[in-house]
């Protein structure tokens, strides 16, 4: 099962852009990468995924390297109601996910 | 929507008691999972569960078990509750079709036990 390694805490800005950057070195061939928001006292909830390339929707952008050893979340503009654990995981689905300590994203005003 | 619910938002036994935590969830999802959340450790997974009947251990299995009964019903079960298992119980859920499916998370349940 790939590591992740994700910075432990980041601090911004009400609308600035905000990237967390994700490394999983050992990343196998058929592994996505998935990214999960955790407010506190909820449970995590389902951000953005992807194999390759770039995917966004209507709440980030995900960007991966052709060699996939690390991806980086895009947050456009954040706000306050932003400020939560950001999870990086990867894995081949299912129970295959381990989620480690996160990011923890402190928005300012 | 999908709709994963917890029997408690918070609990608190003692040490020794038996102590169930129901989840449901209302999506027909066949796979079903328990983790625990503490600071500093992130979440990890005690059991799941891909079909009624069925269970598998995660990493942390030792001192709780599980039942599964019904599809949309998933149990976890500390069966002499300990102050270590005081901590955030998450459940989640997910269907089985597809490469790679995201999990469904329910609210959490906070346990102190004392």
């Known amino acids: 099962l790939a590591k992740t390694t994700q910075p432990i805490s980041m601090d911004s800005y009400e609308g600035q852009e905000v990237n967390i950057t994700c490394s999983h070195n050992n990343i196998a061939t058929n592994d996505y990468i998935t990214w999960y928001q955790q407010f506190p006292s909820q449970g995590p909830r389902f951000i953005i995924q992807?194999?390759?390339t770039k995917v966004t929707n209507e709440v980030a952008s995900l960007f991966i390297p052709a060699d996939r050893k690390s991806s980086t979340l895009s947050l456009p503009r954040v706000s306050l109601s932003d400020t939560a654990v950001y999870y990086c995981?990867?894995?081949?689905?299912?129970?295959?996910?381990?989620f480690g300590t996160g990011t923890r994203l402190k928005v300012l005003a | 929507d999908v709709k994963v619910t917890q029997s408690s938002r918070y609990l608190v036994k003692r040490t020794g008691e038996k102590v169930f935590l129901e989840c449901v969830q209302d999506?027909?999802?066949?796979?079903m999972f328990w983790y625990r959340q503490d600071p500093g450790l992130g979440l990890r997974l005690i059991y799941f569960?891909?079909?009624?009947?069925?269970?598998e251990k995660g990493d942390i299995p030792e001192g709780y078990s599980v039942s599964r009964e019904k599809k949309e019903r998933f149990s976890l079960i500390l069966e002499s509750a300990s102050t270590n298992q005081t901590s955030m119980y998450l459940c989640a859920s997910n269907p089985a079709t597809g490469v790679v499916e995201t999990q469904y998370f329910g609210p959490g349940t906070r346990l102190l036990v004392l």
């Open positions: 992807g194999y390759k």
């Open positions: 999506m027909d999802h066949e796979n």
């Open positions: 995981l990867v894995g081949e689905g299912t129970y295959k996910y381990i």
């Open positions: 569960s891909y079909d009624v009947k069925m269970k």
